[in-house]
């Protein structure tokens, strides 16, 4: 409990500290009109409160995110504290905070066109090409395990599979303020709630737990029997809460609300830190089970059922219900049900506005937002149907997109490196968790089965040759910057 202590204790000295210096690198302008005042249009431009647009920012970003990750990134041991903190407060909150901050500037700018105003016009377009698809992916995945949890209530899964797509369009397609600005605060609120009574249980229980001093490496290969290597494994498992590339697409979304470029480190660094927060209580949670020696642990958690799409919801389930009563029912039930249903339909509201964006499509008109959410979920449907009819769909889907996500997150942050270059500020802040997550991502897709499958030692030389090309690649950009 000492070395999650410590951590919680970082996380909030992180908001405070590091994200006040952030906000001090990009300088806020308070007098400055935001695109919510300038750009009104009563669907998607539409001033809201601070609180709320917070609420929302949260519940957009997290969604079970924090919570299944986390749980499986808990079997690597201690190191997940670690990756928690640091990726939080030093690459995932940056990531947020310059994204939603840029989005802002240039007037409600969705994650392509950022892109392509800093990093060029073709980069810009594989960034089209790949935000839609892991948006479409988001929305697709974060639909299978409600309805399926759903199912076990009543109905059939495929009948909720069709509720939960017709709210997806009912969501995509009203105002912003109609459904996700009434509801989004209420079950973002639930998610806090629940991750606050399981912290101040855990504190009551003081279990004995993993330590920092008790050593850092792989804990799952030795206590669990699982194979997947720490690095690169570990940094894709754990995405949000820590870093995730899907946020860069949600940031725009309330850059589109908020009234005062001061609200942006709240917004923003502060969301993310929230989120860290939820995915640090629940790697400790994971690991009171998998580690704590009276407890059956892992033999009750991966029995509960059958297939890697219901382990994660099976857990947060089984502890909320054993550590929280009739209270920690309902509350699994909005944080499993309600939560990835939120980042599903908001992923395909910013899928909706990237392609709009594209277009020069504009989306006052209903029928105008009609003619691309329309195409846009046929092709949702279908990848649905192929998971549902291929016996390692989700397994396969789940780890590209895990990959996909924090790939994202890469072009994210070269982008927030070459703005802060431009407007000659400290870019040493985005450049250094760029370098590190180009590594990761290449790394990982060097080492993955389902990828080249290569071995560790192969791997991990690829990836320092990666390392080697990004960091010269910056240099030489760099140098040719300062003579223009």
Not at 102 to 128: C, D, F, W
Not at 178 to 184: D, L, Q, S, T, V
Not at 232 to 257: E, N
């Amino acid at each position: 409990m000492i070395s999650f202590a410590i951590s919680l204790i970082a996380l909030l000295l992180g908001y405070f500290l590091y994200g006040r210096f952030v906000e001090r690198v990009f300088v806020p302008d308070a007098n400055r009109p935001t695109p919510a005042i300038a750009m009104a249009d009563g669907v998607d431009y539409i001033p809201m409160p601070g609180w709320k647009i917070f609420m929302i920012q949260f519940l957009n970003i997290a969604g079970t995110g924090p919570i299944f990750g986390a749980i499986m990134g808990a079997k690597f041991g201690p190191a997940a504290y670690l990756w928690i903190v640091f990726g939080c407060i030093f690459a995932g909150a940056v990531h947020d905070y310059l994204t939603g901050m840029l989005s802002v500037r240039h007037g409600g700018a969705n994650l392509p066109e950022l892109v392509g105003i800093y990093l060029g016009k073709h980069t810009k377009q594989v960034m089209l090409a790949f935000s839609v698809l892991l948006l479409l992916m988001v929305g697709v995945v974060f639909v299978y395990s409600p309805a399926e949890i759903l199912a076990r209530m009543g109905g059939t899964e495929m009948l909720w599979i069709v509720v939960i797509f017709v709210y997806y369009i009912l969501a995509t397609m009203l105002p912003i303020d109609k459904i996700i600005g009434k509801f989004y605060p209420v079950f973002a609120f639930a998610l806090l709630f629940m991750a606050a009574a399981l912290m101040v249980v855990l504190f009551v229980k003081t279990p004995q737990l993993p330590e920092f001093w008790d050593g850092l490496g792989n804990w799952g290969t030795e206590r669990l029997g699982f194979t997947e290597q720490l690095f690169p494994c570990l940094f894709i498992t754990i995405a949000c809460g820590a870093i995730s590339g899907f946020h860069g697409t949600q940031s725009p979304l309330m850059a589109r609300c908020i009234t005062n470029e001061k609200q942006g480190r709240a917004v923003f660094y502060g969301a993310m830190v929230a989120e860290g927060v939820v995915a640090l209580i629940w790697a400790t949670v994971a690991m009171y089970f998998f580690y704590n020696e009276p407890q059956p642990g892992y033999e009750l958690l991966s029995g509960v059922t059958s297939g890697a799409q219901s382990s994660s919801p099976a857990v947060v389930t089984i502890v909320c219900q054993n550590w929280l009563g009739v209270v920690g029912s309902v509350l699994a039930i909005l944080g499993v049900v309600a939560a990835p249903i939120t980042s599903g339909d908001t992923a395909f509201r910013s899928a909706r506005l990237i392609i709009a964006e594209a277009l020069h499509l504009e989306q006052k008109s209903i029928h105008k937002r009609f003619y691309i959410a329309l195409p846009m979920f046929g092709v949702a449907i279908l990848l649905l149907l192929w998971h549902m009819g291929n016996a390692n769909g989700f397994q396969t889907l789940w780890n590209w997109f895990g990959w996909s996500n924090q790939t994202l997150a890469v072009f994210t942050l070269w982008t927030a490196t070459v703005f802060l270059v431009k407007a000659h500020k400290p870019f040493q802040i985005a450049l250094i968790p760029a370098l590190f997550m180009t590594v990761v991502c290449a790394t990982f897709l060097l080492i993955s089965n389902q990828a080249f499958g290569m071995g560790a030692t192969v791997s991990y030389i690829g990836g320092g040759v990666v390392f080697c090309i990004a960091a010269v690649w910056f240099a030489v950009w760099y140098a040719n910057n300062r003579k223009k």
